[in-house]
């Protein structure tokens, strides 16, 4: 795919699948104001993907506009390990540049498997992605966004049962956009 087919693909997933089943509540609002900004990283290594991270994370600080950043790599970290493990270099690279407490990364990858689940469970399609990305999120957004929403506790226990109740065949078509 070349860059707009994969921005495109990842536009389409948040869409069709993060918001229209609910996955989270506060998505639809941002997409609908125009203040998620979908970037491909051509990084084809980890290294290169933390200066891009970097960057995006300065470009957050300094345009109010962008909420959040989906940075999408799908050149780097196609092995969910290695992917999982990186995610410690993230952290501290908030850590190091100051950002931790300002800004939060959630993560996303096309084999996703939470602790204690096996491959095939359905609740990990709560996290899986058409592409490995990172999602650069706002804490003060955040913190915002889980203070004003009734029952925040109960989304995870809502998006199992839901992805449950889909069916993992059905998550799976859902997830390469053929359903």
């Known amino acids: 795919m070349d860059q707009k087919e994969s921005i495109e693909a990842v536009r389409h997933w948040v869409e069709s699948f993060v918001v229209e089943l609910n996955l989270c509540p506060f998505a639809q609002r941002e997409l609908q104001a125009e203040r998620v900004r979908f970037c491909l990283s051509e990084a084809d290594s980890s290294e290169a993907l933390l200066e891009r991270l970097l960057e995006e ?16 790599h799908p050149q780097v970290l196609q092995d969910f390990d290695d992917y999982n493990q990186f995610l410690d270099l993230v952290d501290a690279l908030l850590e190091q540049e100051g950002y ?17 689940t096996t491959a095939g469970d359905a609740q990990n399609y709560s996290n899986r992605s058409p592409f490995p990305l990172l999602h650069l999120l706002r804490e003060a957004s955040v913190e915002r966004a889980v203070a004003s929403y009734p029952a925040v ?26 359903s």
Not at 61 to 66: F, K, R
Not at 102 to 115: I, K, L, R, T
Not at 153 to 178: H, K, W
């Open 100 to 116: 931790a407490g300002v800004y939060q990364v959630a993560s996303f990858h096309p084999d996703y498997q939470f602790a204690d």
């Open 57 to 72: 994370l300065e470009l957050l600080e300094s345009d109010a506009e962008i909420e959040t950043t989906l940075l999408i």
């Open 153 to 178: 506790d109960e989304i995870p226990a809502r998006n199992i049962e839901r992805l449950r109740q889909l069916g993992v065949e059905r998550l799976q078509s859902m997830l390469r956009g053929t």
